[in-house]
């Protein structure tokens, strides 16, 4: 099947927009993807006809609500191939699932001396949180470095690995540069000393299958509105074992067995870590967005992207003094560039006049930038509405800018 034959950019009107009266080409997927009618619908399906708070009511819209929120679980729990529904846990994205986990975890596993493995290419969400963590119990963070191609020095994980290791946690996919991590070889390395593995699956989500099981993590995190879902929803998977024995991250309602004053009960997994009214309408909306990915497949979103992103390479490199950042083995969804000495925001400026979304600057990958001896750089991100000819206008965009900034 094809792009037209399964219909794909149809089901997204923003893509018919006229930007400074140029049509549209969004190669912004990286930052946020553009959501299909069926979940805009979704969502205000909820709102027109059954809207009304979970889990709280006996009446019959609540229950409705309920019904799909739990069957939103299901949907992702089975996308995931998580053992059981109740090891999903819904959040308002990557960040704040993080967060949780550095929290939660951290109270419950970590004391001072202890150490938290992250490595060099991580976005800012996965690096603060442990930070902060390290700040509160006197804690050290280490850092697993890369090479110049933007590849982890996976053989430095063994000297990094001690017994005072309690927990390591790394991109799945590097939103700069696009490097798919070795995941199961890190987590290989890490369970052979007990340690649990969180993945940041925030750039992998959108590009290609994830199978928990297959890939053994202890944690894994997304934001939904990188994969067609809108914001204020996001996941975290993670394995029983843990949290079960996790302390809660928010204190309110819904988290709770029984509250008095004299001590209160939390409830069970997933309730005990989604404390107050979640964005219930937005989880609806992720999990019309899974259905969405599932039935295209990521068999045809991987090969459709992996063209797009190999046709871009190949347009791009040494053309109009291009320089890709990052040269990994396996990249996904991303490719960051260079123009000459021209500055990214200029050459952003340039491509927008043009219609065409980029990225520039550091992506929150400040640590990732040093390493790398650059202050920032112009990221063209794909999703599965883009195509050939959309690579064709921003190729045309970037020899412009080119010819302009030169
Ligand atoms: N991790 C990675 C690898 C990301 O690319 C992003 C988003 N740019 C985040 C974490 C944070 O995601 P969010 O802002 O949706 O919480």
Redesign the pocket.
Known sequence: MTQEELNIRSQFSILYEKIYSKPLIYLDN???TQKPKRVLDAMQRVYEHLNSNVHRGVHYLSNQCTDLLEEARRVVARHLNAREDAEIIFT???????NLLAFSFGETFCKSGDEIIVTEL?????IVPWQMLCQRKGMTLRVIPITDDGELKIEELDNLINDKTKLISL?????VMGTVNPVKEVVAKAHAKNIPVMV????SAPHMSIDVQDLDCDFL?F????VYAP?GS?VLYGKREYLDQMVPYHGGGEMIDKVSFSGTTYNVLPFKFEAGTPDYVATIGLAEAIRFVDEIGFEFIEKHEQHLLQYTLSQLQDHYGVRIIGNPKRRSGVVSFLLGKAHPYDVGMILDKMGVAVRTGH???QPLMERLGISGTVRASFGVYNSEEDVDTFIRAVRQAAIMLS
Request: net charge negative.
């Open positions: 990286g930052a946020t308002r994205g990557t960040t704040e699932s993080i991580e976005h800012h969400s996965n991109a799945h996919v590097s939103n940041d699956g925030a750039q995190v934001s939904g509105h990188k914001t996001g992506h929150c990958a």
